[in-house]
């Protein structure tokens, strides 16, 4: 097996976490514990558009099976959970969840079909996908401001950070490998954010512990 295949694959397989992560969120859902307002539709939204336009650009191209069957697993997954967020959207009513999901399943396949079909050309596809990429990776940014005003590191979901981090890493590897400017972008990108989400997740970290160690010596003072 060749390095930038490898590569591809060990990418998949952190692609592939990265998409699951979602899981804890609907749990929560499912149990009640939090309403379907939780979930953010922008990143519904960009979670299939960017797998999707990246299918289109490796599927345009030769002998690019791994990274197209990586954005595929992609799609597929993210759509997963689109579906099951149209379900409590649609307030469990069957009728309406499967108007909704036709109508969703429909507009996908007919973004595919515009980009493969009507675009055709892999460095336009490319060029589109890099730019929603960058948009997509921009987005979570607004939580960066609440985290910095309110000082909760919570907001920062660190663990799929780290994920992302790493999946970034992973594509980054291979758009090198091959040299693929498209692919280094975003994924350089990508990774640059993710490190400093995680410093800002630590650097708040460490002041809500150190609070919290002066208040417990206060009341033990008090005490």
Same mark, same amino acid.
């Not at 490998?177 to 693929?180: E, G, N, P, S, T």
């Not at 410093?199 to 809500?208: A, S």
């Given at each position: 097996m060749e390095l930038p295949t490898l590569v591809a694959w060990i990418g998949t397989i952190v692609g592939c976490i990265l998409n699951l992560t979602p899981i804890t969120m609907f749990r929560k859902i499912y149990l009640e514990e939090e309403s379907i307002e939780i979930v953010p539709e922008s990143m519904l939204i960009f979670n299939i558009l960017c797998p999707s336009l990246w299918?289109?650009?490796w599927?345009?191209?030769v002998d690019k099976f791994v990274p197209f069957f990586s954005a595929m697993?992609?799609?597929g997954l993210s759509e997963i959970f689109a579906l099951i967020y149209l379900f409590y959207f649609a307030e469990k009513n069957v009728k309406l969840y499967l108007l909704y999901a036709f109508l969703?399943? $429909?507009l996908l396949l007919e973004f595919n079909y515009i980009f493969l079909k009507l675009i055709g050309d892999y460095n336009i596809v490319g060029s589109i996908a890099v730019v929603i990429n960058i948009i997509n990776y921009i987005a979570p940014g607004q939580n960066i401001v609440k985290v910095?005003?309110?000082k $909760? @590191?919570?907001l920062i979901p660190i663990s799929s950070t780290l994920v992302g981090a790493s999946c970034a890493m992973s594509w980054l590897s291979f758009g090198i490998?091959? &040299?693929?400017i498209k692919t280094i972008i975003p994924n350089t990108l990508g990774l640059i954010f993710a490190i400093i989400n995680s *410093?800002?997740?630590? @650097? *708040? @970290?460490?002041? &809500?512990n150190k609070e919290k160690e002066d208040n417990d010596e206060e009341d033990s003072s008090e005490i």
């Open positions: 299918a289109c650009y599927w345009l191209q697993l992609g799609v969703e399943i $429909n910095i005003q309110e $909760n @590191y919570k490998l091959i &040299r693929d *410093f800002i997740w630590t @650097y *708040f @970290y460490c002041i &809500r």
